[in-house]
Nanobody, 120 residues
Framework: QVQLVESGGGLVQAGGSLRLSCAAS????????MGWFRQAPGKEREFVAA?????FYADSVKGRFTISRDNAKNTVYLQMNSLKPEDTAVYYC????????????????WGRGTQVTVSS
């Protein structure tokens, strides 16, 4: 079992920045992929970024968001710059015990999410 706790969400103006953190505990291994997903009201949960042996990004956030990971602390971060109103969503951290996937169905463990609101 892996437990995940996100933090760092909030309200920011368009063009601003936020840094999300996700701390994992339990049976966590550096080989596991850790990902960020987001879900806006009325929309499906979508992939944002993932970190494991490699890093992957959704096209919508490339060049603006950066995922990083501290394996010693079992923590993954999401630095979000140049935020846009369309980035408004609940952001979830998730862990996949296998190789990278952008499908939320492939991730076994989830945090409760943290709200990010970008005002125009």
């Amino acid at each position: 079992q892996v437990q995940l706790v996100e933090s760092g969400g909030g309200l920011v103006q368009a063009g601003g920045s936020l840094r999300l953190s996700c701390a994992a505990s339990g049976r966590m291994y550096s080989s596991y992929y850790m990902g960020w997903f987001r879900q806006a009201p009325g929309k499906e949960r979508e992939f944002v970024a993932a970190s494991g042996g490699s890093t992957f990004y959704a096209d919508s956030v490339k060049g603006r968001f950066t995922i990083s990971r501290d394996n010693a602390k079992n923590t993954v971060y999401l630095q979000m710059n140049s935020l846009k109103p369309e980035d408004t969503a609940v952001y979830y951290c998730a862990v996949r015990t296998g190789y990278y996937s952008s499908s939320p169905d492939r991730y076994a463990y989830w945090g409760r999410g943290t709200q990010v609101t970008v005002s125009s």
